[in-house]
Protein backbone atom coordinates (compact mmCIF):
# COMPACT_ATOMS: atom_id res chain seq x y z
CA UNK A 1 0.00 0.00 0.00
CA UNK A 2 1.49 3.15 -1.02
CA UNK A 3 2.09 6.16 1.65
CA UNK A 4 1.45 9.64 -0.10
CA UNK A 5 3.85 12.28 1.24
CA UNK A 6 2.32 15.80 1.68
CA UNK A 7 3.94 18.86 2.83
CA UNK A 8 3.42 20.11 6.44
CA UNK A 9 1.90 23.69 6.97
CA UNK A 10 5.76 24.94 7.97
CA UNK A 11 7.41 23.93 5.01
CA UNK A 12 4.61 25.63 2.16
CA UNK A 13 5.06 28.47 4.47
CA UNK A 14 8.80 28.53 4.55
CA UNK A 15 9.08 27.97 0.56
CA UNK A 16 6.28 30.94 -0.24
CA UNK A 17 8.28 33.17 1.71
CA UNK A 18 11.41 31.91 -0.13
CA UNK A 19 9.67 32.33 -3.75
CA UNK A 20 8.84 35.58 -2.80
CA UNK A 21 12.33 36.74 -1.28
CA UNK A 22 13.67 35.48 -4.62
CA UNK A 23 11.28 37.89 -6.57
CA UNK A 24 11.54 41.03 -4.98
CA UNK A 25 15.04 40.91 -4.81
CA UNK A 26 14.66 40.15 -8.67
CA UNK A 27 12.63 43.23 -9.02
CA UNK A 28 15.18 45.09 -6.64
CA UNK A 29 17.80 44.85 -9.12
CA UNK A 30 16.40 45.16 -12.19
CA UNK A 31 15.25 49.10 -10.80
CA UNK A 32 18.55 49.71 -9.58
CA UNK A 33 19.69 48.63 -13.01
CA UNK A 34 17.20 50.87 -14.24
CA UNK A 35 17.97 54.09 -12.13
CA UNK A 36 21.81 53.72 -12.77
CA UNK A 37 21.36 53.67 -16.75
CA UNK A 38 19.29 56.85 -16.83
CA UNK A 39 20.90 59.26 -18.82
CA UNK A 40 21.86 62.96 -18.08
CA UNK A 41 20.62 65.62 -19.86
CA UNK A 42 22.53 69.06 -20.93
CA UNK A 43 21.22 70.75 -17.42
CA UNK A 44 23.06 68.48 -15.65
CA UNK A 45 26.26 67.83 -17.49
CA UNK A 46 29.17 70.33 -19.19
CA UNK A 47 29.25 66.91 -21.28
CA UNK A 48 26.11 66.74 -22.02
CA UNK A 49 25.79 70.61 -23.14
CA UNK A 50 28.71 70.63 -25.11
CA UNK A 51 27.30 67.71 -27.05
CA UNK A 52 24.36 69.14 -27.64
CA UNK A 53 25.28 72.50 -28.58
CA UNK A 54 27.58 70.71 -31.35
CA UNK A 55 24.28 68.44 -32.54
CA UNK A 56 21.93 71.69 -32.49
CA UNK A 57 24.37 73.89 -34.27
CA UNK A 58 24.53 71.16 -37.09
CA UNK A 59 20.99 70.59 -37.09
CA UNK A 60 20.46 74.56 -37.53
CA UNK A 61 22.92 74.12 -40.88
CA UNK A 62 21.33 71.86 -42.25
CA UNK A 63 18.02 73.83 -41.78
CA UNK A 64 19.48 76.63 -43.15
CA UNK A 65 20.54 74.60 -46.09
CA UNK A 66 17.26 73.20 -46.89
CA UNK A 67 15.84 76.47 -46.55
CA UNK A 68 18.19 78.14 -49.10
CA UNK A 69 19.62 75.33 -51.36
CA UNK A 70 22.51 75.78 -53.78
CA UNK A 71 24.08 73.16 -55.98
CA UNK A 72 26.49 72.32 -52.89
CA UNK A 73 23.65 71.70 -50.21
CA UNK A 74 22.69 68.24 -50.97
CA UNK A 75 26.59 66.95 -50.39
CA UNK A 76 27.19 69.43 -47.84
CA UNK A 77 23.58 68.39 -45.33
CA UNK A 78 24.87 64.59 -46.22
CA UNK A 79 28.60 65.53 -44.77
CA UNK A 80 26.80 67.09 -41.37
CA UNK A 81 23.88 64.35 -40.95
CA UNK A 82 27.05 62.00 -40.75
CA UNK A 83 28.26 64.04 -38.37
CA UNK A 84 25.35 64.13 -36.13
CA UNK A 85 25.55 60.58 -36.21
CA UNK A 86 28.88 60.76 -34.79
CA UNK A 87 27.69 62.97 -31.96
CA UNK A 88 24.67 61.07 -31.12
CA UNK A 89 27.24 57.94 -30.80
CA UNK A 90 29.29 60.32 -27.95
CA UNK A 91 26.16 61.04 -26.45
CA UNK A 92 25.27 57.58 -25.93
CA UNK A 93 28.89 56.37 -25.27
CA UNK A 94 29.46 59.64 -22.78
CA UNK A 95 26.06 58.46 -20.85
CA UNK A 96 23.74 61.53 -22.41
CA UNK A 97 20.40 61.64 -23.33
CA UNK A 98 20.28 60.39 -27.21
CA UNK A 99 19.56 63.24 -29.54
CA UNK A 100 19.30 66.45 -27.06
CA UNK A 101 19.69 69.03 -28.88
CA UNK A 102 20.82 72.93 -27.75
CA UNK A 103 20.68 75.15 -30.73
CA UNK A 104 22.99 78.15 -30.57
CA UNK A 105 25.87 78.71 -29.06
CA UNK A 106 24.58 82.41 -27.37
CA UNK A 107 22.37 80.01 -25.26
CA UNK A 108 23.92 79.87 -21.91
CA UNK A 109 25.24 83.43 -22.24
CA UNK A 110 23.34 84.55 -19.27
CA UNK A 111 24.77 82.03 -16.63
CA UNK A 112 28.83 82.61 -17.62
CA UNK A 113 31.41 84.75 -15.98
CA UNK A 114 33.19 85.81 -18.75
CA UNK A 115 30.62 88.89 -18.89
CA UNK A 116 31.29 90.23 -15.94
CA UNK A 117 35.11 89.42 -16.04
CA UNK A 118 35.29 91.58 -19.14
CA UNK A 119 33.06 94.72 -18.22
CA UNK A 120 35.50 94.87 -15.27
CA UNK A 121 38.60 96.68 -16.58
CA UNK A 122 36.48 100.01 -17.67
CA UNK A 123 37.04 100.89 -13.77
CA UNK A 124 40.79 101.05 -14.28
CA UNK A 125 42.37 104.13 -13.82
CA UNK A 126 40.32 106.72 -15.80
CA UNK A 127 40.75 104.88 -19.45
CA UNK A 128 37.34 103.92 -20.34
CA UNK A 129 38.48 104.15 -24.39
CA UNK A 130 41.06 101.62 -24.13
CA UNK A 131 39.41 99.19 -21.40
CA UNK A 132 38.58 96.89 -24.29
CA UNK A 133 41.22 95.69 -25.43
CA UNK A 134 42.19 94.93 -21.37
CA UNK A 135 40.46 91.62 -21.34
CA UNK A 136 42.66 90.42 -23.82
CA UNK A 137 46.17 90.15 -21.94
CA UNK A 138 45.38 86.10 -21.35
CA UNK A 139 45.00 85.12 -24.65
CA UNK A 140 48.24 86.74 -25.66
CA UNK A 141 50.29 84.63 -23.44
CA UNK A 142 49.86 81.31 -25.28
CA UNK A 143 53.31 79.85 -26.79
CA UNK A 144 53.21 79.83 -30.22
CA UNK A 145 50.10 82.29 -31.15
CA UNK A 146 51.33 85.01 -28.85
CA UNK A 147 51.88 87.46 -32.29
CA UNK A 148 48.32 86.30 -33.08
CA UNK A 149 46.70 89.39 -32.26
CA UNK A 150 43.98 90.89 -33.62
CA UNK A 151 40.32 92.19 -33.58
CA UNK A 152 38.23 90.99 -30.47
CA UNK A 153 34.62 89.45 -31.97
CA UNK A 154 32.00 87.29 -31.02
CA UNK A 155 31.48 88.67 -27.47
CA UNK A 156 30.59 86.14 -25.36
CA UNK A 157 29.71 83.33 -27.52
CA UNK A 158 30.94 79.70 -26.23
CA UNK A 159 32.54 77.21 -28.27
CA UNK A 160 31.89 73.83 -29.41
CA UNK A 161 33.05 71.43 -32.01
CA UNK A 162 31.74 70.66 -34.94
CA UNK A 163 32.34 67.06 -35.10
CA UNK A 164 34.01 67.11 -38.25
CA UNK A 165 37.56 65.56 -39.13
CA UNK A 166 40.56 66.27 -40.91
CA UNK A 167 43.50 69.60 -40.12
CA UNK A 168 42.69 71.59 -37.78
CA UNK A 169 40.01 73.95 -38.75
CA UNK A 170 36.52 76.16 -38.44
CA UNK A 171 33.21 77.07 -39.64
CA UNK A 172 31.51 80.17 -39.70
CA UNK A 173 28.13 81.72 -40.12
CA UNK A 174 29.43 85.15 -40.15
CA UNK A 175 32.77 85.36 -41.72
CA UNK A 176 34.08 84.18 -45.33
CA UNK A 177 36.37 80.94 -46.48
CA UNK A 178 39.74 81.73 -45.80
CA UNK A 179 39.45 84.22 -42.65
CA UNK A 180 41.57 83.17 -39.96
CA UNK A 181 40.12 83.04 -35.91
CA UNK A 182 42.33 82.36 -33.03
CA UNK A 183 40.16 81.15 -30.55
CA UNK A 184 41.19 81.26 -26.64
CA UNK A 185 39.90 78.99 -23.71
CA UNK A 186 40.20 81.33 -20.89
CA UNK A 187 39.81 78.51 -18.34
CA UNK A 188 43.00 76.90 -19.14
CA UNK A 189 44.94 79.71 -21.19
CA UNK A 190 45.29 77.18 -24.37
CA UNK A 191 44.48 78.80 -28.41
CA UNK A 192 44.66 77.64 -31.47
CA UNK A 193 44.84 80.25 -34.51
CA UNK A 194 42.75 78.11 -37.56
CA UNK A 195 41.17 79.63 -40.93
CA UNK A 196 37.27 79.42 -41.49
CA UNK A 197 36.80 76.47 -44.38
CA UNK A 198 33.12 76.47 -44.31
CA UNK A 199 29.88 77.83 -43.16
CA UNK A 200 28.42 77.06 -39.81
CA UNK A 201 25.35 77.88 -37.69
CA UNK A 202 27.27 79.79 -35.39
CA UNK A 203 29.98 82.64 -35.16
CA UNK A 204 32.90 79.50 -34.76
CA UNK A 205 32.67 75.94 -34.16
CA UNK A 206 35.96 74.25 -34.13
CA UNK A 207 36.45 70.96 -36.16
CA UNK A 208 37.38 67.85 -34.08
CA UNK A 209 41.42 68.61 -34.36
CA UNK A 210 41.39 72.15 -33.54
CA UNK A 211 38.85 72.08 -30.30
CA UNK A 212 41.52 69.10 -29.07
CA UNK A 213 44.15 71.85 -28.93
CA UNK A 214 42.69 73.95 -26.67
CA UNK A 215 39.58 71.82 -24.99
CA UNK A 216 39.82 70.83 -21.18
CA UNK A 217 39.57 67.12 -20.42
CA UNK A 218 36.58 65.39 -20.87
CA UNK A 219 34.71 68.79 -22.06
CA UNK A 220 33.07 69.12 -25.52
CA UNK A 221 32.01 73.18 -24.94
CA UNK A 222 33.92 76.31 -23.84
CA UNK A 223 32.18 78.43 -21.75
CA UNK A 224 34.74 81.38 -21.77
CA UNK A 225 36.04 82.08 -25.07
CA UNK A 226 37.61 84.50 -26.88
CA UNK A 227 37.68 84.92 -30.51
CA UNK A 228 39.44 87.48 -32.70
CA UNK A 229 39.61 87.88 -36.52
CA UNK A 230 43.80 87.87 -37.09
CA UNK A 231 43.43 87.35 -40.89
Known amino acids: MSRRRTLGTKKKVALLVSAVAVAGGGAFVMASTSNAAAPQTAAESTVCQGLATALG ?3 KFIAGQQAAPDAQSEARIANREAVIAQIQR ?7 VVGESAQGSQAT ?5 SQPAQSAPPTQAGQPATSAPASQPPAAGNAGDAAATGQQVC ?3 TVTLSGEDGAPAASSNQFPAGTKLKVTNLDNNKSTTVEVTSVSGSCALLNNAAFEQVREPGKFLIRRAVIEKVG
Not at 109 to 113: E, H, S, T, V
Open 155 to 157: NGS
Open 90 to 96: QQEASGC
Open 109 to 113: QPAQA
Open 57 to 59: NNQ
